[in-house]
């Protein structure tokens, strides 16, 4: 009986290890999806399950002395703390996507795309065949000075002006372009850069 416990109990360490690694891989695109009010909830349960599948991990350990669940739960620890989750999804994401962007901001310097947001005149929503490459609506945000264009394309459209994204510019974005208060400015690429604001 208690080989079938700790086999399972394996499995469970598994799958608590995974989900969570996976997690950290989409966790961006499940902001789009469930809004980051309901994501909390996803972080808890996620998160809660392999914290109760650790403890009982640990448990197993000290009386049994079988390590393989909590050996599991302990590279899935070492991994979230090692691995650049979020830099890897967001150089695959710019990496990806960059030549749509691309002919997205040639539309925008030819006039083809305008603002079009009633609230907002510096919006464009994107048509539907581009509409992936900002998250948050599928909106991009547009600047010009005077010939130049800045374009900013959404990875996440937090609350009031908390966002972050990637940006076509000519130079190197000011901290209250795009009417945030941006903290971090990293460039990617010839004219592009990723911008953080909170």
Do not use: C
Request: net charge negative.
């Amino acid at each position: 009986m208690s080989k079938i416990k700790s086999t399972i109990l394996l499995w469970l360490s598994i799958t608590s290890s995974l989900l969570v690694l996976l997690l950290q891989l989409v966790q961006w695109k499940l902001v789009e999806i469930f809004t980051p009010f309901v994501m909390p909830v996803v972080y808890l349960a996620v998160y809660g399950f392999f914290l109760v599948v650790l403890i009982m991990a640990l448990i197993d350990l000290i009386r049994r002395r079988n390590w393989k669940a909590t050996g599991v739960q302990a590279a899935a620890i070492v991994l979230l703390f090692i691995v650049p989750f979020n830099q890897i999804v967001l150089e695959m994401d710019f990496n990806m996507n960059n030549s749509e962007r691309l002919e997205v901001v040639a539309q925008v310097q030819d006039g083809s795309f305008q603002p079009n947001v009633v609230h907002n005149s510096s919006l464009i929503r994107l048509p539907e065949e581009y509409s992936s490459l900002s998250n948050g609506g599928g909106e991009i945000k547009v600047e010009k000075d005077r010939d130049d264009y800045s374009v900013l394309f959404f990875t996440f459209r937090g609350i009031l002006d908390g966002f972050s994204g990637f940006v076509y510019s000519n130079e190197k974005p000011e901290t209250d372009a795009f009417g945030g208060d941006i903290k971090e400015i990293e460039k990617m690429d010839e004219d592009w850069y990723f911008v953080t604001s909170y």
